[in-house]
């Protein structure tokens, strides 16, 4: 596991502030953050221990992450899969929680330098677009950073280590989300149901197909 610098301040502890070059620097080791991967195991295991502890009243504690990468993650992971009128957000779907057990299951120090060098590469580009860090940003200068970084094709040059984190970043908040419990309502997937008498599939969606029953 990588230690994080910390500095004690009258806010309380916090990461320092990271210049673009340390967080690029940062994001390079990480191979491109190409190395913010993940199994289909790692996110069963997750989702085990994500799913028992459900709405305890408490706050949860992370372990991998520093209490200012953990709030720029529940704010992040919200930008990517907000509440609507269908289902909860990803922080209510526990993603933070996934996201900092997955960081810590094995030994997986790559996956930790992307996801640490990501992070600050955030706050580092929203300090020296508007002089301040992404949690500190209105909602218009989040949005404008990451609609810089969302979109492969489209993103400014200059900004490809932006666009492989939050890329790997965004699949990671899917995953998490569409594993969980509230994630599979949301798909209202009907699998894992006994059907008692299969007529066989529906004709609409048969002729839909381009499919006969011959």
């Known amino acids: 596991m990588i230690e994080r610098p910390r500095e004690h301040t009258a806010q309380g502890t916090r990461d320092p502030e990271v210049s673009r070059r340390d967080a690029l620097r940062v994001l390079v080791a990480a191979t491109g953050a190409a190395a913010f991967t ?34 720029t993650v529940r704010v992040l992971v919200d930008l990517i899969i907000p509440r609507d009128a269908r289902s909860g957000s990803a922080t209510d779907a ?6 900092d057990f997955i960081m810590l299951d094995g030994d997986h120090e790559e996956r930790q330098t992307a996801m640490r060098g990501g992070l600050a590469w955030l706050h580092t580009e929203c300090r020296e677009r508007f002089g301040h860090d992404f949690l500190s940003c209105t909602e218009e200068q989040r949005a404008s950073v990451l609609d810089d970084i969302a979109y492969p094709r489209r993103a400014p040059a200059g900004l490809s280590q932006g666009v492989a984190f939050f890329n ?11 594993s969980s419990k509230m994630g599979v309502m949301d798909l209202q997937y009907m699998g894992n149901t006994a059907v008692a008498d299969w007529a066989g599939c529906p004709e609409a969606q048969l002729r839909r197909l381009g499919v006969d029953h011959e």
């Not at 526990?94 to 996201?99: I, L, Q, T, Y």
């Open 38 to 71: 993940w199994t289909p195991d790692e996110v069963a295991r997750a989702a085990r221990f994500v799913e028992p502890g459900g709405p305890s009243g408490r706050a949860p504690i992370p372990r991998f992450f520093s209490s200012h990468e953990w709030e």
């Open 94 to 99: 526990g993603v933070p929680e996934f996201m």
């Open 168 to 178: 790997s970043f965004r699949d990671l908040t899917a995953t998490g989300f569409w």
